[in-house]
Every structure is written in structure tokens, then in C-alpha cells.
T-cell receptor, first 111, second 115 residues
Framework: GQQLNQSPQSMFIQEGEDVSMNCTSS?????WLWYKQDPGEGPVLLIA?????ELTSNGRLTAQFGITRKDSFLNISASVPSDVGIYFC???????????FGGGTRVLVKP | DAGVIQSPRHEVTEMGQEVTLRCKPI?????LFWYRQTMMRGLELLIYFNNNVPIDDSGMPEDRFSAKMPNASFSTLKIQPSEPRDSAVYFCASSLKGAGDSPLHFGNGTRLTVT
């Protein structure tokens, strides 16, 4: 089963607001990834994190690799309607090549 | 650049029938993954290959599921016989193992409905 707890499960946001979501793990990961999935499509990579404490931005997106290596967060600043979708965190342990995914955060934007 | 290509996009079949899902990974990638996505269980890893060799199939639900990768550019996931509980979206993903921690690149999935 899944080892990652992702929260919140869903959220409504007002256009222009900042959004934050996070993942916590029972295992130590050496890689954290954040993906976005639009309806009818596969997840698309947003940000990749490779070092504890790393803070990385991609446009209006910012993600951090927690210093304990067991958590990560994603922030979206000044949200717009196209931010609607499901966001997934994923972690990879030091041994092996497997990615474990969180349960997803469904983001809905208020008109 | 072509991404991961999956076929078919949609498959509707009757219980008991054989189903074959197909995947073409990104050229040059040497790791291939099959995931299943459902509302209840999210994204679950079924099996993954490195250099065409199955490495971990612990996520394959049962003997009705099998996966092959006969060469670096093609993989199949087969369900025989199919059951209604197999209905889900099946994703294939590929990455470049050995190039640091290469992220996975996903296809657009095959939506399987078993009636």
C-alpha cells in the first residue's frame, strides 16, 4: 500500500490566491517529485528535488525537500484557472528505482 | 519529441476476455514502469523493468496479470481472464536509470472497462 500521506485531499481556491499542499512519508526518500494530472492525461512532472533542504521553483510553483527527508511541500502562487487538476507527490528511496505516489490533491478553482 | 505512447486509449471488454495493453517508451530510456490508477487506491506500481528485465513485479495483483518487454522499445501488459474489478486506467512510464535520479515520464494511459 501507499507510504505517502498527501494533504489536503482536495481544495477550492479563489483565483489569485496562494495554495499549499504537502506530503509526509514513513520512509526516508532521496528524491521527491511533484506531478500534475489533467483529465484524460497522464501525470506530468512539475518539479524534481534531489537534496534535503532543497528549494526549487518553476514559474509560480515552489517545492521544498524537507530536511528530515520524510516530507515535501508544493506551493502555487497567484493561482489561475489552469491550475485546476490533481497534484501528486512521489518519492524514491535510496535503494531501487521505484516511485511511490501520494494519494493526490484535487485543486478546484472558484470562478 | 515523442513521449511515452500507449495503446489503445480506451478498451471495453467483457469479463473473461483477454486484454493486452501496449506501451512504447521514450527512445533511449532504459527503465519502464506499469502503473494502475483507481479512485480507491490511487496510483499503484504493478511492475517495472530495467534494460528489458523485470526487476520488481510485487505489485502485480495476481497470476491473471503478466507483463513482457521483448525489446527496448515495446512492452505489453496482459490480463487473462479479465474481471470487472480490473477496470482502471493503466499507465506506462519510462525513465533513464543511471542518469542521476531520472524522473518518470508518463503516457496518457489506457482506460480499461470490464463489464
Amino acid at each position: 500500500g501507499q507510504q505517502l500521506n498527501q494533504s489536503p485531499q482536495s481544495m477550492f481556491i479563489q483565483e489569485g490566491e496562494d495554495v499549499s499542499m504537502n506530503c509526509t512519508s514513513s520512509s526516508i526518500f532521496n528524491t521527491w517529485l511533484w506531478y500534475k494530472q489533467d483529465p484524460g492525461e497522464g501525470p506530468v512532472l512539475l518539479i524534481a528535488l534531489y537534496k534535503a533542504g532543497e528549494l526549487t521553483s518553476n514559474g509560480r510553483l515552489t517545492a521544498q525537500f524537507g530536511i528530515t527527508r520524510k516530507d515535501s511541500f508544493l506551493n502555487i502562487s497567484a493561482s489561475v484557472p489552469s491550475d485546476v487538476g490533481i497534484y501528486f507527490c512521489a518519492g524514491r528511496e535510496a535503494a531501487g528505482n521505484k516511485l511511490t505516489f501520494g494519494g493526490g490533491t484535487r485543486v478546484l478553482v472558484k470562478p | 519529441d515523442a513521449g511515452v505512447i500507449q495503446s489503445p486509449r480506451h478498451e471495453v471488454t467483457e469479463m473473461g476476455q483477454e486484454v493486452t495493453l501496449r506501451c512504447k517508451p521514450i527512445s533511449g530510456h532504459n527503465s519502464l514502469f506499469w502503473y494502475r490508477q483507481t479512485m480507491m487506491r490511487g496510483l499503484e506500481l504493478l511492475i517495472y523493468f530495467n534494460n528489458n528485465v523485470p526487476i520488481d513485479d510485487s505489485g502485480m495483483p495476481e497470476d491473471r496479470f503478466s507483463a513482457k518487454m521483448p525489446n527496448a522499445s515495446f512492452s505489453t501488459l496482459k490480463i487473462q481472464p479479465s474481471e470487472p474489478r480490473d477496470s482502471a486506467v493503466y499507465f506506462c512510464a519510462s525513465s533513464l536509470k543511471g542518469a542521476g535520479d531520472s524522473p518518470l515520464h508518463f503516457g496518457n494511459g489506457t482506460r480499461l472497462t470490464v463489464t
